[in-house]
């Protein structure tokens, strides 16, 4: 059972990346990491993203995965991590062959630890 | 590597269902859905459910199956997505034959979203 | 598919403990349970920790790991549910053979439910 347990976290744990690491990526100007904003809300409702995301709602990834580049890492993010969006965002970009990852804690725990944000482009 | 996070998600995703959909099936008078309110709570306490809501507290489950219905399907919904009751509930669901899902990003999400509540009947 | 359902539920219920367990094992003066709390963050901004918790924070986990007692059962939690800590010190104490588990709903479910806290020793 402990192995079954030891397997199942690696495995879950493997689907994230941290803020720190975010962080870093955002603030080296060669870095390979996106950072896509999933939420399925209007700009509006959305108000502030984390700084450089790019907005690509979960509802519309899969209609729009050519305008994603397969060099990049993306990072994906929904407003908490008590939503299935990220996770179902996730799905599709590793099965269409993406590097990706969901960001740990979302945009509450980014928020909750003051990391950079801007409001959501018009 | 990637195959088993594939498969990780696909698995944790069948267990939830949106809100959208179960917005339409509980405005659809002909609905098989029935959705359970799991919380262990008593009814002051919890305050409001979901519109059309039944009660059966997770801790009740296992002793109740029998006032449940094989041809239905359940979806179960506690405070919010963090607790491990929703998935509590979901596995004795489950192993006993029922159709079930629980409710992604639960009471918290529904309520977030502005969705019909009502007040739990004393 | 519902076995393979089951079966994932059944592992990750198997990290958790609830906080009814928890309570109980620290009200009784002859308990292998130790409380870990394993957030990251210094002191003062923890502010108030689980009480009688002994604080080690993840990052810090896997180099203190000979401060820890085989004989003992380690209960880990982070400030909520949402971040990948929690499972993150769950997976070294569990690869390095502790018996331990996640707390349910982490310490934000544990003020939500009023249960006994402290401040953080200075």
Redesign the interface.
């Given at each position: 059972?402990?192995t079954?347990?030891?397997n199942?976290?690696?495995?879950?744990?493997?689907?994230?990346i941290?803020h720190n690491t975010v962080l870093k990526e955002l603030e080296n100007p060669n870095s390979d990491y996106v950072v896509l904003d999933v939420r399925n809300a209007p700009a509006q409702i959305k108000g502030d993203q984390i700084k450089g995301a790019r907005a690509l709602a979960a509802k519309d990834l899969a209609q729009n995965l050519d305008s994603l580049d397969q060099s990049k890492t993306y990072v994906v993010y929904d407003w908490?991590?008590?939503?299935?969006l990220g996770?179902?965002a996730?799905?599709i970009l590793?099965?269409n062959g993406f590097k990706a990852f969901e960001l740990?804690?979302?945009l509450?725990?980014w928020k909750g630890m003051h990391l950079p944000t801007e409001p959501v482009p018009a």
């Open positions: 059972m402990e079954e347990k030891i199942f976290l690696k495995t879950y744990l493997s689907l994230y941290d908490t991590a008590g939503t299935t996770k179902m996730l799905m590793l099965s740990s804690s979302a509450e725990g």
